[in-house]
């Protein structure tokens, strides 16, 4: 059965324009693309010295997950000065809403809700990673500021210690309807994506890969072995899907942000979306992914490549989008929303050709000729000036 719930308008008063913004807004659209720049300083300034964007886009598998567990734990603040009932009150600067109005903006249904705490009658705290399953409330992971949430406390008693899914027995914050007359559905914004961050996030800081743990280490924050009906998350494949379809939304980086300066660490996988797939890519099962990446302006720099296709971003986000006439695409059918920018190749047939007014345009690869890397009959092609070239940079002539 569906779970429907209704939640108010979200209105940001600009001091300047007193315009209102979407909450769900995301990078890749005007409205978010404008406010996020407010918040890239901070960001920038966290990826330092061995932890720079490039040189954890340079990593994968093990490796990367390695070099995130490690700045995440030498960054993380918490400890036994921090607790579970220490969020109640802190949330207010966390999840704010952005009209000022001391408001929070709740989970799953972006309800926004006095900030105030009454005791759990407005809102309660939703361990995302559940404590009867490694999340127990009395260690670091579950006070963790980015991995605990304030959600509408009817909305939180839906979900229990339920796993997230799409399947049966499973539970989708896509079920839960958000109404709101000012809510903006052209930015496509769901609490999917939030949730399978939160997951990653758990797991690169709290678990162990390759030999790879630190200080904050929680045995049974071991996602590979969390999956199915009685773990965290249905599979891989359906938590990276999450991820990508999914853009990460106005309200993630605003709760970025103040989970820093709350505790001291970010969350890598709502900065740099890509990261996920190349820490997870040669996980069991995961085997249609692939990511190619951008100049590190370009937000959000990555694509999502699945059997039946990918979904990618293009358009200059601070101007305005490319417009529709100015994008073409061959080897696939698609379709293009210029207002998001977000474009959706599906039914791949062979070389997929993507046509964008410039090379800045599009992002999917750092080629400035307009290379782009897809997956076809299970092999890696760099398509680039009308020929496909393999991972060893030889061309392959059949590709039907």
Same mark, same amino acid.
């Given at each position: 059965?569906?779970?429907?719930?209704?939640?108010?308008?979200?209105?940001?008063?600009?001091? =300047?324009? =007193?315009?209102a913004i979407d909450m769900?807004?995301?990078?890749?659209?005007?409205?978010?693309?404008?406010?996020?720049?407010q918040y890239r300083s901070k960001q920038i300034n966290y990826y330092t010295g061995d932890f720079t964007a490039d040189a954890l886009r340079a990593l994968s598998g093990d490796a990367l997950f390695g070099a995130l567990n490690e700045l995440m734990g030498n960054t993380c603040l918490l400890n036994n000065e921090y607790s579970y009932d220490g969020l109640r009150t802190a949330y207010v600067s966390v999840d704010k809403d952005l009209n000022g109005s001391g408001n929070i903006i709740g989970y799953y249904d972006g309800r926004s809700m006095s900030g105030t705490w009454d005791e759990g009658i407005t809102y309660n705290r939703e361990h995302t990673w559940p404590q009867s399953k490694g999340a127990d409330k009395s260690i670091p992971m579950g006070y963790d500021m980015q991995s605990v949430r304030p959600a509408s406390t009817a909305v939180n008693s839906e979900r229990g210690s339920t796993p997230y899914g799409e399947s049966s027995q499973f539970y989708d914050p896509d079920e839960i309807s958000i109404n709101n007359a000012n809510y903006e559905a052209k930015n496509l914004?769901?609490?999917?994506?939030?949730?399978?961050?939160?997951?990653?996030?758990?797991?690169?800081?709290?678990?162990?890969?390759?030999?790879?743990?630190?200080?904050?280490?929680?045995?049974?924050?071991?996602?590979?072995?969390?999956?199915?009906?009685?773990?965290?998350?249905?599979?891989?494949?359906?938590l990276l899907k999450w991820h990508m379809n999914d853009p990460i939304s106005l309200t993630e980086m605003v709760r970025n942000d103040g989970a820093q300066t709350y505790q001291g660490n970010r969350n890598p996988f709502?900065?740099?979306?890509?990261?996920? !797939?190349?820490?997870?890519?040669?996980?069991?099962d995961v085997t249609t992914y692939d990511v190619s990446v951008t100049g590190a302006e370009m937000r959000?720099?990555?694509?999502?490549?699945?059997?039946?296709?990918?979904?990618?971003?293009?358009?200059?986000?601070?101007?305005?989008?490319?417009?529709?006439?100015?994008?073409?695409?061959?080897?696939?059918?698609?379709?293009?929303?210029?207002?998001?920018?977000?474009?959706?190749?599906?039914?791949?047939?062979?070389?997929?050709?993507?046509?964008?007014?410039?090379?800045?345009?599009?992002?999917?690869?750092?080629?400035?000729?307009?290379? !782009?890397?897809?997956?076809?009959?299970?092999? !890696?092609?760099?398509?680039?000036?009308?020929?496909?070239?393999?991972?060893?940079?030889?061309?392959?002539?059949?590709?039907?």
């Open positions: 059965m569906k779970r429907i719930f209704t939640f108010f308008s979200l209105l940001f008063c600009c001091a =300047w324009l =007193w315009a769900q807004a995301h990078m890749s659209s005007k409205e978010g693309y404008s406010k996020y720049t914004g769901t609490y999917r994506g939030d949730a399978a961050r939160v997951i990653l996030y758990d797991y690169v800081v709290y678990g162990e890969a390759g030999g790879n743990k630190n200080k904050l280490y929680n045995g049974n924050a071991q996602l590979l072995s969390k999956l199915g009906k009685s773990g965290v998350f249905e599979s891989i494949p359906v709502i900065d740099y979306p890509e990261l996920a !797939i190349q820490m997870l890519k040669n996980a069991s959000p720099a990555y694509s999502l490549t699945l059997k039946d296709g990918f979904i990618a971003y293009v358009g200059k986000y601070a101007a305005k989008m490319t417009p529709a006439s100015e994008v073409t695409v061959t080897g696939a059918t698609y379709t293009y929303d210029n207002t998001t920018g977000r474009l959706t190749i599906t039914k791949v047939t062979g070389a997929v050709s993507i046509t964008v007014p410039s090379a800045e345009a599009i992002e999917m690869t750092a080629d400035s000729q307009k290379a !782009i890397k897809v997956i076809h009959n299970g092999q !890696i092609l760099i398509l680039k000036n009308g020929k496909a070239y393999n991972t060893l940079g030889a061309i392959v002539d059949d590709i039907r």
